[in-house]
């Protein structure tokens, strides 16, 4: 078939807009002569011509958009896929969709409550597919194939910052430490899953587009016992954003811990470090952001020290990693100036 008799009167394609990125039109007469007459829908009795040597990518049947994949739609297109993902967003209030074996999530902003034990056990046992999109079937997937076939299974997290990547790594861990386990969580299971706020405070900002943005990437690898139970894990690569810690862009805050050590500086753990408030150092200040809205880093910092204790780190070796954060603290605030001697 030509191409040219898919445009027939009245097809729906989409037109590249500014604003909307993609906007819905439909064709008002073939195409003819070389280009394409069309009229977008928000504007009705507006023609537009447009040469078909670059013909608008065309819509899918109504009764194909908002379905669980994204490879079911007869034209996999940019268009198509935003317009399906929002599709099922805004009208289903559903988060994730599949495109074949990924899938995609939409950051809702907002607590759901869709990642409970009851759903957890509903995922566990099922293969992919045959529930709704979710992240407990992508993480039962790896699981399966991982204790069935004895084969390594990875999981890559992947997105823009403020996607939701660390939230949904926590999340496929904490499934994988529920059905990996006996009915409560073995020690080994909760230390693992305690790692994640000691990562979250060291490696993640605020930034203009994101609260609690991962500043850093890694590689962690957990081991499973012959019964298929977490028995341990370790961190093969971590890259962090080092830039941050001496500059942030304007209305950006440095790593969290930073403002968790100056707001709890009266506690007893952190005697003798002479923190002051965040806004009198230079490396927290920098941004002039020093605040999160709803966040209370002085219980941050509670959550900081119970996860310390979970991890086996003692009272001296937390003293020596907050001793150490503070002089990063201070060592920002030294001012430098050149001497000159009297000869000039």
């Known amino acids: 078939m030509a191409i040219a008799q898919l445009y027939v009167k009245d097809t729906g394609v989409w037109l590249k807009d500014l604003e909307y990125v993609w906007v819905p039109a439909k064709v008002l007469s073939p195409p003819e002569d070389g280009f394409l007459v069309v009229e ?36 996999l297109h ?13 009208q289903s209030h559903i988060i994730y969709t599949y495109c074949g074996i990924v899938l995609v999530a939409m950051n809702p902003y907002q607590q759901l409550p869709i990642y409970g034990s009851e759903i957890m056990s509903a995922y566990n046992g099922q293969e992919m597919g045959e529930m709704d999109p979710h992240l407990f079937a992508v993480a039962e997937e790896a699981y399966r194939k991982m204790s069935r076939e004895n084969l390594n299974q990875s999981v890559i997290v992947s997105g823009e910052s403020g996607a939701g990547k660390t939230v949904s790594a926590k999340y496929t861990m904490r499934y994988f430490a529920t059905v990996g386990g006996a009915s409560a969580e073995t020690h080994v299971e909760k230390k693992v899953l305690a790692s994640n706020p000691i990562m979250e405070v060291i490696g993640n900002a605020k930034t203009i587009r994101n609260d609690n943005s991962s500043r850093f990437g890694k590689y962690l690898e957990i081991g499973f016992s012959k019964s298929h139970q977490i028995i341990g894990a370790y961190m093969r690569t971590y890259l ?34 002479n923190l002051d408030v965040a806004e009198n150092f230079t490396y927290s200040s920098a941004g002039g952001c020093t605040q999160i809205k709803d966040i209370d880093d002085s219980y941050e910092f509670t959550q900081t020290l119970d996860a310390l204790r979970q991890l086996g780190f003692s009272p001296d070796m937390q003293r020596h990693i907050f001793s150490l954060v503070a002089s990063v603290l201070h060592l920002g605030s030294v001012g430098i100036v050149e001497l000159v001697n009297e000869e000039g």
């Open 40 to 75: 977008r829908e928000d504007k009705p009795g507006q023609e537009i011509k447009l040469p078909f040597s670059d013909p608008p990518p065309i819509q899918n049947p109504d009764i194909l958009v908002g379905q669980n994949d994204l490879t079911t739609l007869s034209y």
């Open 240 to 273: 962090l954003e080092k830039s941050r810690v001496v500059n942030q862009s304007q209305d950006e805050r440095n790593y969290h811990i930073f403002y968790q050590l100056c707001a709890s500086r009266h506690t007893p753990e952190l005697q003798g470090l």
């Open 78 to 90: 940019e268009p198509a896929v935003l317009h399906s993902l929002k599709v099922r967003f805004l």
